[in-house]
């Protein structure tokens, strides 16, 4: 009878098994919350990246807009210029050509 264990022995492992079990299972329990929040975080962070790429193309397009904007009164200021000197150089002209006539 060497070979045989109690019944008190054989209820305290059964009892041991069963703790062991819902300690597992509380285990099991908190990976799968955690493992539900990854999976919410990462599909939120798949949304922020799309809206981010949207972000930075509209960014460049407002850029290009801005430098457009910044352009605009230097060559106003050009434009001006040229016609003031093409203005001031043609009454010159006029003025050598009127004395030369």
């Not at 305290?12 to 329990?29: A, G, P, W």
């Not at 955690?34 to 919410?40: G, N, Q, V």
Request: negative net charge; aromatic residues 4%.
């Amino acid at each position: 009878m060497e070979d045989y264990i109690t019944r008190a022995e054989h209820e305290e492992f059964c009892k041991r098994l069963e703790e062991e079990d819902h300690r597992q299972n509380r285990r099991i329990e908190e990976l799968e919350k955690t493992s539900a929040e990854i999976h919410t975080m990462s599909k939120s962070l798949v949304v922020m990246c799309e809206k981010m790429t949207t972000m930075n193309e509209n960014l460049d397009t407002l850029k290009d807009k801005v430098e457009v904007l910044e352009k605009e009164p230097a060559d106003t200021w050009n434009k001006v210029k040229g016609a003031v000197i093409t203005a001031f150089a043609s009454g010159l002209v006029g003025i050598i050509i009127g004395n030369l006539i």
